[in-house]
């Protein structure tokens, strides 16, 4: 079945530093895939998305860039701030189904 | 508020008892998606609703777990005689239509604590 593996933390950088955390995925078809953050004892919040091959989606300084060929979804930052501290999780979505994540990396960023 | 919201946030049981989860999505939103996340692992997908019908319970454990989501009122996750491994984070996110392309909006969990 489907599935999405992303790299095991926790990440830990200093404040300014580059950020990437890798997400590969293993899937049938064209699914829209997703990063998600999650903050201390909240619940997801959508990060940024994208629904085809080479679409990059960005927000907040995030991005990342939907490529087919790699079967990946690496998300990067190109200067961390300590607000950024939070569990992300890359997840997949095929046509009318439920969201499949994989475990979640921790990414810690000091001052 | 117009997210998701969960009720209760923390939920403390003990064994055999029964635990009820309410999620009211979104305004607008007929799609509800429940998730279990288990200590140190990603979520997992439980079962998809929308009003009145389930489209998807291929996650939900066979026995004791129920879901509903009724034409009025929140939708409910429901665990029978509870034990110990059912102490999780119950997330429910909600959709306007299929997750395809809408992303789903996600509600701050309830916390499940089973003694």
């Known amino acids: 079945g489907d599935s999405v593996t992303q790299m095991e933390g926790p990440v830990t950088l200093s404040e300014e530093a580059f950020l990437t955390i890798n997400c590969t995925y293993t899937?049938?078809?064209?699914?829209?895939l997703f990063w998600y953050v999650q903050y201390p004892g909240e619940g997801l919040q959508l990060l940024l998305k994208?629904?085809?091959?080479?679409d990059k989606g960005s927000n907040k300084g995030f991005e990342a860039t939907y490529r087919k060929e790699t079967t990946s979804f690496h998300l990067e930052k190109g200067s961390v701030q300590v607000s950024d501290s939070a569990v992300y999780f890359c997840?997949?979505?095929?046509?009318?189904?439920?969201?499949?994540f994989g475990k979640g990396t921790t990414l810690s960023v000091s001052s | 508020n117009a997210g998701v919201m969960q009720n209760p946030r923390h939920l403390v049981r003990r064994r055999g008892q029964e635990a009820r989860l309410r999620c009211s999505p979104m305004?607008?939103?007929?799609?509800v998606y429940w998730y279990r996340q288990l200590p140190e692992e990603g979520l997992k997908f439980m079962v998809y609703?929308?009003?009145?019908?389930?489209?998807?319970e291929s996650g939900m454990p066979k026995e004791r777990f129920s879901a509903e989501f009724p034409k009025e009122g929140p939708s409910i996750l429901r665990i029978q005689q509870v034990v110990r491994g059912d102490s999780a984070a119950y997330f429910c996110?909600?959709?306007?239509?299929?997750?395809?392309?809408?992303?789903?909006?996600f509600g701050d969990g309830t916390r499940l604590s089973i003694l």
């Open positions: 996110a909600s959709s306007p239509r299929d997750a395809s392309e809408q992303p789903q909006h």
């Open positions: 899937a049938t078809g064209y699914p829209s």
């Open positions: 994208a629904t085809k091959a080479d």
């Open positions: 997840a997949l979505s095929q046509a009318g189904t439920a969201l499949i």
């Open positions: 305004k607008g939103h007929s799609h």
């Open positions: 609703l929308q009003k009145e019908n389930i489209i998807d």
